[in-house]
T-cell receptor
Framework: DAGVIQSPRHEVTEMGQEVTLRCKPI?????LFWYRQTMMRGLELLIY????????DSGMPEDRFSAKMPNASFSTLKIQPSEPRDSAVYFC????????????FGPGTRLTVT | LAKTTQPISMDSYEGQEVNITCSHN???????ITWYQQFPSQGPRFIIQ???TKVTNEVASLFIPADRKSSTLSLPRVSLSDTAVYYC?????????????FGQGTRLTINP
């Protein structure tokens, strides 16, 4: 398996623009997670899905952020409108039921909002 | 989820054994202890998990005393490539297993 795939790897956009980050989990995994990492706040869980259903979105910072998982092999995290404070590295991770704490992280998307 | 405390940074040299200790005084009966490693510009990677006593795999060993209020990650004979941030996490499989809470981690620097 190629592991968790994220695209794009880098994104530079202007304030106010819509940004869409994409993730393909490892085949067979039924949990998918979105994290954000910044120097100030560290690594934060934004939302996670189980069998394509959002389970906990308490980490989503505000209504400008939304996440979807239309099928088992694809998820998006959208920011609309984007702001400079959204600049961070966004990670997607996946794991399977019964695999406990072993989540598999993607390479991340580095987002810069100017 | 139980809060963890670990040193912010550590330095060592190639070939040495490195021990990183994590404090988790409020660990619950059902909680497991898990360690992740993160290299620069990469996502975290699972290293090891344990409940009590000692666990060893090809990468590291995890020592957990009887009271489970702390744990020690041991990296044998480190190399420059072990320079990374190491995170200690605690949580149970029912409510915490699918919700990892990362602290600030320990930034380990290995010198030649």
């Amino acid at each position: 398996d190629a592991g968790v795939i994220q695209s794009p790897r880098h994104e530079v956009t202007e304030m106010g623009q819509e940004v869409t980050l994409r993730c393909k989990p490892i085949s067979g995994h039924d949990y998918l997670f979105w994290y954000r990492q910044t120097m100030m706040r560290g690594l934060e869980l934004l939302i996670y899905f189980n069998n394509n259903v959002p389970i906990d979105d308490s980490g989503m910072p505000e209504d400008r952020f939304s996440a979807k998982m239309p099928n088992a092999s694809f998820s998006t995290l959208k920011i609309q409108p984007s702001e400079p404070r959204d600049s961070a590295v966004y990670f997607c991770a996946s794991t399977g039921t019964g695999e406990s704490y072993e989540q598999y992280f993607g390479p991340g998307t580095r987002l810069t909002v100017t | 989820l139980a809060k963890t405390t670990q040193p912010i940074s550590m330095d060592s040299y190639e070939g040495q054994e490195v021990n990183i200790t994590c404090s988790h005084n409020n660990i619950a009966t059902n909680d497991y202890i898990t360690w992740y490693q993160q290299f620069p510009s990469q996502g975290p990677r699972f290293i090891i998990q344990g409940y009590k006593t000692k666990v060893t795999n090809e990468v590291a060993s995890l020592f957990i005393p009887a009271d489970r209020k702390s744990s020690t990650l041991s990296l044998p004979r480190v190399s420059l490539s072990d320079t990374a941030v190491y995170y200690c996490l605690v949580g149970d499989e029912v409510s915490g297993a699918q919700k990892l809470v990362f602290g600030q981690g320990t930034r380990l620097t290995i010198n030649p």
